[in-house]
């Protein structure tokens, strides 16, 4: 089971970007997907969650900018963002819980590779 991010790149304050996760390999379901974001010198943060009945949960910091979504039929996740700030540069990450024949009861927690978000001023 692999997880791929998809979508950074340098966008300059007030912009848009949308960031895409993609889930491959065989399992059979897919609990909770999120975003999280790592800058340079911090922790890595939770950014945004969503459920699989598509319940989201966002942080502070990107309420009103950020939405999360996904498509369940396709095993992807997204991540709009939109206006854009400075402090938004980060590498993103997709987590996600993800069942498998040999993990059917729990579930095992998966980490793509980041993907570079820059945002310039």
């Known amino acids: 089971v692999q997880l791929q991010a998809f979508g950074g790149g340098l966008v300059q304050a007030g912009g848009s970007l949308r960031l895409s996760c993609v889930a491959s390999?065989?399992?059979?379901?897919?609990?909770?997907m999120n975003w999280y974001r790592q800058a340079p010198g911090k922790q890595r943060e939770l950014v945004a969650s969503?459920?699989?009945?598509?319940?989201?949960n966002y942080a502070d910091s990107v309420k009103g900018r950020f939405t999360i979504s996904r498509d369940n039929a396709e095993n992807t996740m997204f991540l709009q963002m939109n206006s854009l700030k400075p402090e938004d540069t980060a590498t993103y990450y997709c987590?996600?819980?993800?069942?498998?024949?040999?993990?059917?009861?729990?579930?095992?927690?998966?980490w793509g590779k980041g993907t570079l978000v820059t945002v310039s001023s």
């Open positions: 390999g065989s399992f059979f379901s897919i609990d909770d």
């Open positions: 969503i459920t699989s009945g598509g319940r989201t």
């Open positions: 987590n996600a819980n993800i069942r498998t024949i040999a993990s059917r009861y729990s579930g095992i927690n998966y």
